[in-house]
């Protein structure tokens, strides 16, 4: 399991470097949310849908699709005490993991917004 968390940390981190740093990346996401936006608002908002939103729903389903074998155990009652506190503590941490990310995702689209203007 920690081998997993720090895989899934350091996959993290480079998806995060290897989008977001790149300047010209920035200037490519800006052209295109104010190609697609209708104006700064919806700018805005296609911001925080692209950059906040998706990567959460995705990452929340990639997250539940990993565990659904061992929910559907500890729901047949087939995990002891132990096992339904690890799935517990795993839940917890990945789910953690997913608004960690995409909340740094959504920060670097900001920042990379303002350096990139």
Not at 48 to 74: E, K, T
Request: hydrophobic share 60%; net charge positive.
């Amino acid at each position: 399991m920690r081998l997993r968390h720090a895989t899934l940390y350091l996959l993290g981190m480079a998806l995060i470097a290897f989008v977001f740093l790149p300047l010209d990346n920035q200037r490519a996401f800006r052209s295109w949310v104010s190609r697609f936006s209708a104006g700064p608002a919806s700018a805005g908002q296609l911001n925080v849908l692209l950059f906040a939103w998706l990567p959460l729903l995705v990452l929340i389903a990639v997250c539940m699709l990993s565990l659904y074998r061992q929910v559907r155990r500890r729901d047949a009652g087939l995990l002891d005490e132990a096992g339904k506190r690890l799935l517990n503590a795993e839940m917890n941490w990945l789910l953690a993991f997913a608004g960690a990310l995409a909340a740094t995702m959504l920060v670097c689209r900001v920042a990379g917004s303002v350096m990139g203007a």
